[in-house]
């Protein structure tokens, strides 16, 4: 019982986002379910570009000019990259037909694959283990 209140509180906590995300996506006019199959790949197309570019603030955050004296990490701003990828992210598994149990399952499966090839050895590419996911 008490390991399934654990796997509840997050899951709860995850769904909210998603329900965030898609409040905010509707605000701005995009509305996912109604998606064409083009329409689906142009946006998962924008939302990994917009998750890229992300990606190069969070970078920015970072003092990675091992050449420039000035540079200082600036964790509050990384804070804020990291939470800007994920609106992304959800945006993105939203466009896939995703919903935060759909996300959570994935993830918990894609897991077990992880630890499985570090098991291994991970010494070479399998692609089937990872295709029950």
Not at 37 to 53: C, F, P, S, T
Not at 102 to 126: A, S
């Amino acid at each position: 019982m008490e390991q399934e209140q654990e796997r509840e509180r997050p899951l709860c906590k995850l769904s909210h986002l998603f329900e965030l995300q898609k409040k905010f996506s509707r605000r701005l006019g995009i509305e996912p379910d109604t998606f064409t199959d083009e329409e689906r790949k142009n946006w998962i197309l924008d939302y990994a570009r917009a998750m890229q570019q992300e990606i190069a603030e969070l970078v920015d955050s970072l003092p990675w000019k091992w050449w420039a004296k000035y540079q200082r990490f600036d964790l509050q701003n990384a804070r804020v990259e990291v939470v800007d990828i994920l609106h992304f992210l959800i945006s993105m598994a939203i466009a896939l037909g995703m919903d935060a149990d759909d996300l959570y399952e994935k993830f918990c499966k894609k897991n077990e694959v992880n630890h499985m090839r570090q098991d291994g050895g991970y010494e070479k590419k399998d692609r089937d283990d990872a295709r029950h996911i």
